[in-house]
């Protein structure tokens, strides 16, 4: 989309109020375009597909700024998010209670996850988040263990195509965890740790593990 075609689009999604769900994969969206987007009123989304664009952190400022009061659904899919991207996403999610899925893989948000896992563990209504291929390692994994002992409404977690190599934050989150449905840890060079049998005798919530594409 370029130029008016986009303002038109905006105007077009603020006075339709029977469009909530809407795709803009690959559409060169950046900064600037997410900016005149969501000073509008997009109230009525439910379902927000931004993927395969070029949003800077600073551009999905803009966007938490303005959040549609009834998504519910938000990829951010390979976009160019980085630090700020991820402090902002943290800011969003530590008090929002209506979105139940959220995608930001193929995102190097390593540089501030620390601050969007703390508010992770206190958020209430995130059910699906996928932080795949993030640039993420062992360094990373701690903040995530920590924060779903404590979240009680995660139902399924991808950290899948990362860098972690411990298993055993992982193996924390099925022991500790009581609502975990589904969890994808494959394409990690992760290596077998103690416990991980035990573990998984003791949990009675968790239906799929994914650890295709490991040394296990």
Same mark, same amino acid.
Request: charged share 20%; net charge negative; aromatic share 6%.
């Given at each position: $989309?370029?130029?008016?075609?986009? +303002?038109?689009?905006?105007?077009?999604?603020?006075?339709?109020?029977?469009?909530?769900?809407?795709?803009?994969?690959?559409?060169?969206?950046?900064?600037?375009?997410?900016? /005149?987007?969501? &000073?509008?009123?997009?109230?009525?989304?439910?379902?927000?597909?931004?993927?395969?664009?070029?949003?800077?952190? !600073?551009?999905? +400022?803009?966007?938490?700024?303005?959040?549609? %009061?009834?998504?519910?659904?938000?990829?951010?899919?390979?976009?160019?998010?980085?630090?700020?991207?991820?402090?902002?996403?943290?800011?969003?999610?530590?008090?929002?209670?209506?979105?139940? /899925?959220? %995608?930001?893989?193929?995102?190097?948000? !390593?540089?501030?996850?620390?601050?969007? =896992?703390?508010?992770?563990?206190?958020?209430?209504? $995130? /059910?699906?988040?996928?932080?795949? #291929? %993030?640039?993420?390692?062992?360094? #990373? =994994?701690?903040?995530?263990? #920590?924060?779903?002992?404590?979240?009680?409404?995660? $139902?399924?977690?991808?950290?899948?195509?990362?860098?972690?190599?411990?298993? =055993? &934050?992982? +193996?924390?989150?099925?022991?500790?965890?009581?609502?975990? +449905?589904?969890?994808?840890?494959?394409?990690?060079?992760?290596?077998?740790?103690?416990?991980?049998?035990? =573990?998984?005798? $003791?949990?009675?919530?968790?239906?799929?593990?994914?650890?295709? %594409?490991?040394?296990?």
């Amino acid at each position: $989309l370029k130029g008016n075609q986009f +303002v038109i689009l905006s105007v077009f999604m603020e006075d339709n109020a029977n469009i909530t769900n809407i795709g803009l994969t690959n559409c060169n969206i950046g900064e600037r375009q997410v900016g /005149e987007m969501f &000073p509008r009123q997009t109230f009525q989304l439910e379902r927000l597909d931004l993927s395969c664009n070029l949003i800077p952190g !600073e551009g999905l +400022v803009h966007l938490v700024n303005h959040f549609p %009061c009834k998504l519910v659904a938000l990829n951010l899919g390979s976009n160019m998010l980085e630090g700020d991207g991820t402090l902002a996403l943290g800011t969003l999610i530590r008090s929002n209670t209506t979105l139940r /899925e959220l %995608c930001i893989r193929d995102n190097y948000i !390593e540089n501030e996850i620390y601050f969007f =896992a703390a508010c992770l563990a206190v958020n209430k209504g $995130l /059910e699906i988040l996928d932080v795949s #291929h %993030c640039g993420l390692g062992d360094a #990373h =994994a701690g903040f995530f263990s #920590h924060s779903l002992s404590l979240n009680t409404t995660m $139902l399924e977690l991808d950290v899948s195509r990362n860098m972690f190599t411990d298993l =055993a &934050p992982w +193996v924390k989150i099925i022991f500790e965890n009581k609502g975990l +449905v589904k969890l994808n840890v494959s394409h990690n060079p992760l290596f077998e740790t103690e416990g991980l049998g035990e =573990a998984l005798r $003791l949990n009675t919530t968790l239906r799929t593990l994914n650890v295709s %594409c490991t040394s296990l």
